[in-house]
């Protein structure tokens, strides 16, 4: 059985149902997400289940062409788990340690972007405290610079850091939020683009007075 065989099994027999059964999972302005790449999909990251809950969001004909970007350090660690995260879940391994150029560590993000794929891409680069955004790095505003065409699409998952927070493997039902913000493309301007990212994946109170405000 081939890899897409496999990872479209692994969605409808097991994370589908998950999702069903265990989170519920409400998606405001779910018409915002791409329906086909290349697109970046940038969210906060609180939870191991962040980029399965993304990829669940999407229709199943996009499966085989979504990447989320991950740590490589985490994810390749041992045969089995690099196995099941490269050909199952179909990661970009990212080096998240080492100090190594941008160019270096995201030129696969990059690539698949260019290959025309949808990239899943976490910019505070490792999990938070639940329903708090940390500070984002700047491989993001380094992947629009090269790609400048490409929609960026921000998303604010709430609730999924209390369901599987860092640090624990046994999930806890909860209901869950997503808001998919305004799609953003790169304009120039660094401050600017960073902005307005950090305000589409603000936390639900600042969120909201951001929305009050007419920023996002």
């Known amino acids: 059985m081939g890899c897409a065989a496999l990872r479209l099994l692994f969605f409808l027999l097991i994370v589908k149902p998950f999702l069903l059964?265990?989170?519920?999972?409400?998606?405001?302005?779910?018409?915002?997400?791409?329906?086909?790449?290349?697109?970046?999909?940038?969210?906060?990251?609180?939870?191991?289940?962040?980029?399965?809950?993304?990829m669940a969001m999407l229709p199943l004909r996009a499966l085989p062409r979504i990447?989320?970007?991950?740590?490589?350090e985490?994810?390749?660690?041992g045969r089995w788990r690099a196995w099941f995260a490269t050909r199952v879940v179909g990661i970009i391994p990212v080096t998240t340690r080492g100090g190594g150029s941008r160019a270096g560590v995201l030129e696969s993000v990059r690539e698949a972007l260019t290959a025309g794929d949808i990239?899943?891409?976490?910019?505070?680069?490792?999990?938070?405290?639940?329903?708090?955004?940390?500070?984002?790095?700047?491989?993001?505003?380094?992947?629009?610079e090269q790609l400048p065409e490409t929609p960026v699409h921000p998303v604010c998952l709430s609730g999924l850091g209390k369901v599987l927070p860092k640090g624990d493997w046994l999930p806890v039902p909860f209901f869950c939020d997503a808001w998919v913000g305004k799609t953003l493309?790169?304009?120039g301007d660094r401050s600017?683009?960073?902005?307005?990212?950090?305000?589409?994946?603000?936390p639900p109170e600042p969120r909201a007075a951001a929305v009050r405000e007419g920023r996002i």
């Open 67 to 72: 990447r989320p970007a991950a740590s490589a």
């Open 119 to 144: 990239v899943i891409f976490f910019p505070e680069g490792t999990r938070g405290e639940p329903e708090c955004l940390g500070k984002l790095k700047s491989g993001i505003v380094w992947l629009v």
């Open 185 to 187: 493309r790169w304009q």
């Open 74 to 77: 985490y994810f390749l660690r």
């Open 21 to 54: 059964l265990a989170v519920g999972i409400n998606v405001r302005r779910r018409d915002r997400l791409p329906q086909r790449g290349p697109a970046l999909i940038v969210a906060n990251h609180n939870s191991h289940l962040d980029a399965l809950v993304l």
């Open 192 to 202: 600017g683009f960073m902005v307005a990212l950090v305000a589409s994946l603000a």
